[in-house]
């Protein structure tokens, strides 16, 4: 699986961005697909996710009602719309997929097997 986003920019706050990733290879072999961050200084954490057999979302509370994760199955491609953005919300934005259903998933982080390569999301006036 090969995983690639973008999307990122800069945005002022209370603005809106929307990141996207392509998916490539098995993807008829995946449990779900995340969108996770990192902040400067900061240890990635988890932001939403989509369980693929179902179309189940997932949400940190960090950003529950403001970023929407879908997904377009003839495009391979997985969204992730974020509206009223804060300056807290500024990260590189990474997607991941994972295999297999594992404990902790989808807020752990090393439940993830495949990641893209991150993309910046800057928010500030």
């Known amino acids: 699986v090969q995983l690639q986003a973008s999307g990122g920019g800069l945005v002022q706050p209370g603005g809106s961005l929307r990141l996207s990733c392509a998916v490539s290879?098995?993807?008829?072999?995946?449990?779900?697909m995340g969108w996770l961050r990192q902040a400067p200084g900061k240890e990635r954490e988890f932001v939403a996710a989509?369980?693929?057999?179902?179309?189940?979302?997932y949400y940190a509370d960090s950003v529950k009602g403001r970023f929407t994760i879908s997904r377009d199955n003839a495009k391979n491609t997985v969204w992730l719309q974020m509206n009223s953005q804060k300056p807290e919300d500024t990260a590189v934005y990474y997607c991941?997929?994972?295999?297999?259903?594992?404990?902790?998933?989808?807020?752990?982080?090393?439940?993830?097997?495949?990641w893209g390569q991150g993309t910046l999301v800057t928010v500030s006036s």
């Open positions: 991941g997929a994972a295999r297999n259903y594992g404990l902790g998933w989808p807020r752990d982080v090393r439940r993830y097997d495949y």
């Open positions: 989509m369980r693929w057999s179902d179309g189940s979302t």
């Open positions: 290879g098995r993807t008829f072999s995946m449990f779900g």
